[in-house]
């Protein structure tokens, strides 16, 4: 099994000393897939991939058609057949790449290290890490480097040495692009992960109220009690009250006289 951290640090090594050794071939091809960036552009927008990586995927996959599918480069109106096997049809080329980046092996959009050595190695790993198991660096990487010379698999599980890759490799198109377009750069620390579009909006949860201390409770209950003594004894100093007061006795004292008195012998014994 590869180490995945390994492979960055070779990778990282490959990047820093890379000299592209075919520079006729790589400048027409960059500067055709530098055209195209707006397209590659609006799919990074989908996955965070960034959309020179995407490009030269696109190249390595099926040289820059766009009636085929990023994954495998099979036709885009057909389910596909090479790996990743069963896809499609898509009704764009867009759709088609933002399934192979999103939703296939090797899940470029959940990748989050874009520096150089992180870069090249999630390139190899769309193509496979055969190549790394052996310890040699991958032609669909490094085709067209100093870093490639020869040894290529030319069927599934069937490698051998002495066959030399002519398709341009990842790296030096992303050399070649670079000269072009300034925009072609990388990410030294790893990006943080894209919001999940399908997380549910978290709901607001309301503060919860201070307790208060029964010390406070019992002086808030004083305070209350105080200002409503206060307020009755400020009622008593009103003559209106004084004359409803009297009022109301002289009324209760008529209905005693008519109903007649009480008897209360009985009571009190």
Not at 64 to 84: E, I
Not at 173 to 183: E, G, R, V, Y
Not at 189 to 211: Q, R, S, Y
Request: proline content about 8%; hydrophobic content about 40%.
């Amino acid at each position: 099994m590869t180490d995945i951290g390994s492979l960055k640090s070779r990778n990282r090594v490959r990047w820093s000393v890379a000299k592209i050794t075919r520079a006729k071939e790589f400048g027409p091809v960059a500067k055709r897939l530098v055209a195209a960036k707006a397209r590659y552009q609006s799919v990074s927008a989908r996955t965070g991939v960034p959309w020179f990586v995407i490009a030269v995927i696109h190249e390595r996959e099926a040289s820059q058609r766009w009636d085929t599918q990023l994954g495998q480069g099979d036709p885009l109106n057909k389910v596909s057949k090479h790996v990743p096997k069963g896809r499609g049809p898509f009704k764009t080329w867009e759709d088609g790449a933002y399934d192979a980046l999103a939703l296939c092996a090797p899940f470029a959009a959940k990748w989050r290290d874009w520096s150089p050595g992180g870069t090249m190695t999630l390139l190899e790993e769309y193509n496979g890490l055969g190549y790394a198991t052996r310890g040699l660096p991958s032609p669909y990487v490094w085709s067209g480097t100093d870093q490639y010379v020869k040894g290529k698999y030319v069927a599934d599980g069937v490698f051998d040495p002495n066959a030399v890759d002519r398709q341009l490799g990842c790296a030096g198109l992303i050399l070649a692009m670079a000269k072009l377009d300034p925009s072609v750069s990388f990410i030294d620390t790893p990006a943080p992960p894209p919001p999940d579009i399908h997380a549910p909006e978290p709901v607001p949860v309301a503060a919860p109220k201070p307790l208060v201390k029964s010390k406070t409770l019992w002086a808030t209950i004083a305070a209350g009690a105080t200002t409503a003594g206060s307020a009755f004894v400020d009622a008593l100093g009103d003559w209106r009250v004084w004359c409803a007061l009297i009022v109301l006795l002289l009324l209760a004292y008529v209905i005693w006289e008519r109903n007649g008195k009480p008897d209360i012998r009985g009571l009190v014994r």
